[in-house]
């Protein structure tokens, strides 16, 4: 026999708090809409599978496809997706590639943002000093010692047991919703009160899955599961800031490396490390670090040049090392063989 959760019964709810980790946010253009592909993943199969709109596809459903609008518009105020407002101007992707809003206060009271790995406060000056042409670009993000001090409250649900809440500020979120993996069931979160109870007017959904690796796991281990999913990671991050650009995306950067590795090279077990950088000639590029054991491939940068309106391509040899990489491919036939890779890859660009 199930076990149903009453999950507005204060007595089912246990003290947890925030681990740290590190996520993403980035400052789109306004109108860019995003959808929760956790919690709102019903949205996102009758949407076809996006899980995102950019501001230019949003304009031009204005022009071009009112039903599509429409129906974005409806979702947007049923608080079943998100749109990038001046009251939530910033977008993070959590763990595994979840999507949602945030003000500018709650950001800067949950995350700090990285120097030198260490923490930062997000504020006015360390904001300005990250964007670029009034937006910002994905950074990554760590939770704040403010926010694992914080006590929180959880209940949790079993897979079995489907439903909905609706958030403070208005997004309505599915519990245990169909088609994605919740572990043994998702937990309903909320701020603990003065007097020990939980705030049962301020909840949010945690999916099984990611509840295991943002919050502390004491008191829930009968209620966890080891999780296959894959963290995410900024090569495959979505290109919703510049996306008004032809600026070529790092999940495309990565498959362009990819095939060159494994076609030229016939290498296929490698680790990736990716950088997204620009230039003071406004060259947006996309660096992937190829290490391996038994030495470090030369760097690969992949990029767009808006002056020329043509691809181009940056290889970065370290002079210094003595170990033969290029045993059947000279500099330049490896080169050539990218450009064509490159011209091959350019109608994937996501724009």
């Known amino acids: 026999m199930r076990t149903f959760v009453d999950i507005n019964n204060p007595s089912n709810y246990k003290n947890c708090s925030k681990k740290q980790y590190e996520i993403y946010v980035c400052m789109p253009p306004k109108n860019t809409v995003v ?3 956790l919690e709102q993943a019903d949205v996102v199969k009758v949407l076809g599978g996006k899980t995102y709109f950019t501001a230019k596809q949003v304009e031009k459903m204005q022009k071009s496809n009112s039903s599509m609008l429409a129906q974005l518009q409806r979702l947007i105020a049923q608080g079943r997706a998100y749109a990038v407002t001046d009251a939530t101007p910033f977008v993070l992707c959590g763990t595994v590639g979840e999507m949602w809003v945030i003000s500018p206060d709650k950001l800067a009271k949950t995350y700090n943002f990285l120097q030198g790995g260490q923490p930062l406060q997000i504020n006015q000056q360390s ?3 990250r964007m670029k042409n009034g937006l910002l670009d994905w950074t990554l993000v760590r939770t704040s010692p403010q926010a694992m001090a ?3 409250m959880a209940c949790f649900v ?3 047991q489907k439903g909905q809440i609706q958030t403070s500020w208005g997004a309505v979120l599915n519990i245990n919703g169909v088609g994605i993996s919740h572990g043994k069931g998702d937990f309903v979160v909320c701020a603990k009160l003065p007097n020990g109870k939980p705030n049962l007017s301020d909840r949010w959904v945690v999916n099984g899955d990611i509840f295991a690796t943002t919050y502390n796991n004491r008191g829930w281990a009968d209620c966890l599961k080891q999780s296959d999913i894959k963290s995410i990671t900024i090569t495959s991050l979505p290109n919703l800031v510049f996306a008004n650009s032809r600026a070529i995306s790092p ?8 095939s060159v590795i494994t076609d030229v090279y ?3 077990h490698i680790e990736y490390e990716a950088e997204r950088m620009d230039d003071e000639y406004g060259l947006w590029v996309n660096l992937i670090s ?3 054991v038994d030495g470090v491939y030369p760097y690969y940068g992949v990029l767009y040049n808006d002056v020329k309106n043509k691809f181009m391509l940056d290889v970065r040899f370290d002079d210094s090392s003595n170990v033969k990489y ?4 000279d500099k330049r036939e490896v080169e050539k063989y990218l450009v064509n890779l490159i011209n091959k890859y350019a109608n994937q660009l996501n724009y």
Do not use: H, M, W, Y
């Open 35 to 37: 959808i929760n592909k």
């Open 326 to 329: 290029f045993e059947l491919k």
């Open 158 to 160: 079993p897979s079995a």
């Open 290 to 292: 190829l290490k391996k």
């Open 127 to 129: 904001f300005g000093q």
């Open 150 to 152: 914080a006590q929180n």
């Open 251 to 258: 999940k495309v950067a990565k498959d362009i490396i990819t």
């Open 266 to 268: 016939s290498r296929t």
